[in-house]
Each structure stands twice: as structure tokens, then as C-alpha cells.
């Protein structure tokens, strides 16, 4: 590890562990710190979960928890990260489907691997997308409109995606409404809000975390939800599904691994049953559902066979869409 690096986390833990010590008392203290690397940028559902995590883990460690934003091709930077991170702390992931299912069909060689590298510790929630526009670009305020506006003459327009699976969702979408759109790749889903309400493209599947206060400030109007079902924080906005395109049903899943080279089995174990308690608990739900998103805690071992179905599932549709890299 670079000495810069390393003089970053040294100062960031010692920083962090002052403000864990009142805790430690009753806390089942770990050995080390642990570091939290996250693969989407500040203000994304990934990291919204991860933070109330870190300090759930710093309450029942007694030890700190440094959380790191890596965004960045498609949660590979993140992944590779967590894999080369020292010995001096724990070292967990925060991701999901790409880095542990898609990017296998995506990208032609990986610098980690999603299976011998990780040690599942658990599926956290499922992240629904909200189909946004800009009133100020586009003054459509129903997605029939929308498509009517888009379909006028030979218009080609522009979608945003931070993540495989808002870019499933917005490939999917230009397929079955047969949309000339072309796709704009954004590190973080705070930068394309940003470009979104800029008016620098035309739509954006946004996880619902980012795009709820955009939404309820009137600066981006919802014009569908990509899952089966409506969701409660926008009980107005239909679903695809219902809006004339039947089956459609896109949502990514959260989750979190430890590294294996720097995180023991018992240690992963524990952070687990930690993890499973504190999102399984009714505030943890409360928490999930009032950033729009599904709660879906659930052991190791459902986490594994997940990522095992979906880098088939998930394989298949990014080469039906054509979304593999070159």
C-alpha cells in the first residue's frame, strides 16, 4: 500500500476510534479497525446503507470503522481496493450486483475475483429506480407524454447511468418503447443529478435514495418505477409494468463482503451476525423503507447463492443488450 494511503487511514482511524471509545464498554471488541470501502460515491443508496452500518459495527465492536467512497467502473475500483488493502484493518466491501455478478459478462478479464477474494457476509436491501426527467428540459409529466414527445420526428436522446443496474434498466427501457437513446456513464449518482437537473441528457433511472429529495423539491418529476411494485414513498408513480410493459422488472440488490486477505472466517462471522441484527431490527427497516429501499436482510449463504443465480441471469440480458465492453 502506497505510504500516502497508509497515512490516510492511519489518521482517519485514529480519528474515527476517539469517537467509538464511549461505546466500548459494552461492545464485543474486535482486534482491529475496520475499513469500509464502498463502490458508489456519497449519497448513493450503497453508501446510505453503508454509513448506518459503520456506525451500528462501531457501536457493538467498540472499534472504528472508516468509511471510503471508491466509485468508479462499475464498482471495480472499489473491489480491487478491498482485495489490496493492508493488514492493519478489517477490510469490508459494500456493493452489489455489478462487481459480484455482472461485471464477469462485462468486462473481458477482472482484477479481483468476485468468489475466491470475498467472503459473503450479507444481502442488505434492493434498489429500485425512478424514471426521472427535468421539467425545466422536458415539461412531459406522465410517461405516456413523455414517450409521445419522444417519438415526435427523428429525436435522439441521452440516459444517464451510474451503475449496471440503472443501466439495465435504462437499456431495457429503450428497447421495449424502441427509443433512440444512447447512454452517458457517470462515476456517481450525485454527478448525474447534478447533469440531470443541468439538463445535460434527457432521463435517468436514479436509485430512489438520490432521487426522493429532488423529487419532493419539484426540481425532477417521476414518471415510472422500474420494479413490479409501486413504492410507498411514491404511491402516485406507476410502475413500467403497469404502464403497458408487461414483465418489466429491474432492481438492483445491495450487499457487503469482508476481504479475504485481511479479514479472518471468525471475524467475518461475527460482523455478520451484527450486520443481520442490525438491519433486521425494526429501526433498520424503518431506515431502508425511508430511503426507498425494499429491506432484504438475509444470512451468507443467501447471499452466495444470489450472486451465483444472478451472474447468470444479470450474464445474460448484458449480452442480449450488448453492453459488454470491447
Known amino acids: 500500500m502506497p505510504t500516502a494511503r497508509r497515512q490516510f487511514l492511519a489518521t482517519a482511524l485514529t480519528a474515527a476510534l476517539a469517537t467509538s471509545l464511549p461505546f466500548a464498554a459494552s461492545a464485543q471488541a474486535l482486534e482491529k479497525p475496520v475499513h469500509m470501502i464502498v463502490a458508489y460515491g456519497a449519497g448513493s443508496a450503497t453508501d446510505t446503507i453503508a454509513r448506518y452500518l459503520a456506525e451500528k459495527i462501531s457501536r457493538k465492536s467498540g472499534r472504528a470503522v472508516v468509511v471510503e467512497n471508491k466509485p468508479g467502473v462499475d ?14 484493518a478489517y477490510t469490508l466491501l459494500v456493493s452489489g450486483a455489478s462487481t459480484h455478478a455482472a461485471n464477469a459478462t462485462i468486462y473481458k478479464k477482472l482484477p479481483f475475483d468476485p468468489v475466491a477474494d470475498f467472503t459473503p457476509l450479507a444481502t442488505l ?71 440531470l437537473l443541468g439538463g445535460q441528457f434527457d432521463f435517468y433511472f436514479c436509485d430512489a435514495a438520490t432521487a426522493l429529495p429532488q423529487i419532493k423539491a419539484g426540481k425532477a418529476v417521476a414518471l415510472a418505477v422500474s420494479t413490479a411494485s409501486r413504492l410507498a414513498q411514491l404511491p402516485e408513480v406507476p410502475t413500467l409494468a403497469e404502464s403497458g410493459y408487461a414483465g418489466f422488472d429491474v432492481a438492483s440488490w445491495i450487499a457487503i463482503w469482508s476481504a479475504v486477505a485481511s479479514t479472518p472466517p471468525a471475524v467475518s462471522t461475527q460482523l455478520a451476525a451484527w450486520i443481520g441484527e ?10 431502508l423503507q425511508a430511503k426507498g429501499l425494499l429491506p432484504t436482510p438475509a444470512s451468507p449463504q443467501h447471499l452466495r447463492a444470489l450472486q451465483q443465480r444472478d451472474t447468470v441471469a444479470w450474464g445474460k440480458i448484458i449480452r442480449d443488450t450488448g453492453m459488454q465492453q470491447p
Do not use: C, H
Not at 464498482?75 to 492493519?88: K, L, S
Not at 442490525?278 to 431506515?287: M, S
Open 278 to 287: 442490525a438491519l433486521d431490527a425494526p429501526e433498520g427497516r424503518e431506515f
Open 125 to 195: 436491501a434492493q434498489a429500485p429506480f425512478v424514471l426521472l426527467v427535468n421539467p425545466q428540459r422536458i415539461p412531459q409529466r406522465t410517461l405516456k407524454e413523455f414517450l409521445a414527445w419522444a417519438g415526435e420526428g427523428d429525436r435522439n436522446l441521452s440516459f444517464a447511468s451510474t451503475s449496471v443496474g440503472n443501466r439495465i434498466a435504462g437499456e431495457q427501457f429503450r428497447q421495449v418503447t424502441r427509443m433512440k437513446a444512447v447512454n452517458v456513464p457517470y462515476r456517481a449518482s450525485g454527478q448525474a443529478m447534478t447533469d
Open 75 to 88: 464498482g471495480n475500483i472499489a473491489a480491487e481496493a478491498a482485495t489490496r488493502a493492508g493488514a492493519e
